[in-house]
C-alpha cells in the first residue's frame, strides 16, 4: 500500500480523487490500529490536513460510514466505529467462513513466486514485531490476510474480507490483550507451510483455529487518551488553511 504521507502530499492529485485518499489514510489508520474506536475525526481538522473543502471530507466519511468504519453522529461529527460484542461475534463468524474458502482457493491457485512474496511478508512481520513496532506489525498482519485473498483470484470475496479486515482490525487495536504477536506470527507460519504444500484441508484447518484464537484474545478494556489526529493519522498538516 502506498504511505499516508505519499496519499497526503499536496498537489499530487486533484480534487476528483481527494475522497479516495482521505478514505484511504483513515482505512490504512485502522489496519495499523493508530485510529482506534471511539476516535473522533472532526472535519476541520481533515479539510486542513488534506487541503480539501468539507464536501471532500464528507463524501469520505460517508464511504468509510457505508463500510462500518466510520459512525456519522448527527450535530456530533463522525467517530472510528466501536463494534459491540454481538457485533465482534459476527465479525469474526463471518471471517471464518470468507476465510477458509479463500485459503482453500489460494492454496489450489498461489504460485510458487506468490508463496515467496508471503515468506517476505512474514520475515517483515517478525522484524517489526522484534522491534515493537506496532503499527507496522498490524499492518503487516492485517495485509497477509489481504495478500491470501488475493491469491484466491476471487475478486467477490476479496472485498467481502477487505470490509472484514477493517472492522476487525478496531475490535483487536482496542481489545486484544498485549503480547500476543508471537503466537499470530506462528499462526500465520503454519498457514503460509500448508498453502505451500497445496494442503487446502491444512490451511482450513490452521486459518480457523488462528481465527478462533485471535476472537479468544479480545477482551474489554478503558479506550487509549485522545491524541490529534494528525499524530493518528501519521501525517503532516496541509500547508493551506482553507476549507472552502
Known sequence: MSTVRAVARHGQRDEVSADGRIYQSIFEGVLNQRLTPGTKLPEPELCALFGVGRAVV?????????????????????????PTREETREIFEARRAVERALVELAAQRASVEDISALRKQLADEHE???RFDQPSWARLASE???RIAALSGNATLERYLTELISRSSLIVGAYERVGNAPCEHDEHT??????????????IAHMTAHLQSLEARIETSDMPGTKRLAHLLGIEPHRSTSTE
Open 58 to 82: 464528507r463524501r469520505a466519511l460517508e464511504k468509510l460510514a457505508h463500510d462500518g468504519v466510520v459512525v456519522l453522529r448527527p450535530n456530533k461529527g463522525a467517530v472510528i466505529a466501536q
Open 128 to 130: 517489526a514485531m522484534h
Open 144 to 146: 497477509f490476510h489481504l
Open 190 to 203: 503454519a498457514i503460509l507451510d500448508c498453502l505451500e504444500l497445496r494442503d487446502a484441508a491444512g490451511a
